[in-house]
């Protein structure tokens, strides 16, 4: 059965960093990892930054500059590094995946999710 597991979330003050990490397990097929969504409560699910299978990404407005995703080829892991965090990044973090898409959005997530792992920032 094929999963996705996250690791790197905590609880960090204002101002600090995290890195948050994806990778691939139980499979015999392989997935190409998308990107990062997050769900504060209350919220709806939202891409966070993305990363095409060819490396390009994108980012929402409110964590451009601050936050850099990236993937290791080797390790087929995608990760995401959190800096400056804000109160308001606080929110359950997932990874996404797909078998076949090569990119993803808000909209149109792939077909997988990780469990989720808790980002919380305190002021």
């Known amino acids: 059965q094929v999963q996705l597991v996250e690791s790197g979330g905590g609880l960090v003050p204002a101002g600090g960093s995290l890195r948050l990490s994806c990778a691939q397990s139980?499979?015999?097929?392989?997935?190409?990892?998308l990107g990062w969504y997050r769900q504060a409560p209350g919220n709806r699910r939202e891409l966070v930054a993305g990363?095409?299978?060819?490396?390009?990404?994108n980012y929402a407005e409110s964590v451009k500059g601050r936050f850099t995703i990236s993937r290791d080829y080797v390790k087929k892991t995608v990760s995401l590094q959190m800096n400056s965090l804000k109160p308001e990044d606080t929110a359950i973090y997932y990874c996404n995946a797909d078998r076949w898409k090569g990119s993803a959005s808000t909209s149109s997530p792939g077909a997988y999710w990780g469990r989720g792992t808790q980002v919380t920032v305190s002021s």
């Open positions: 139980g499979s015999t097929f392989t997935l190409n990892i």
């Open positions: 990363i095409s299978r060819g490396g390009l990404t």
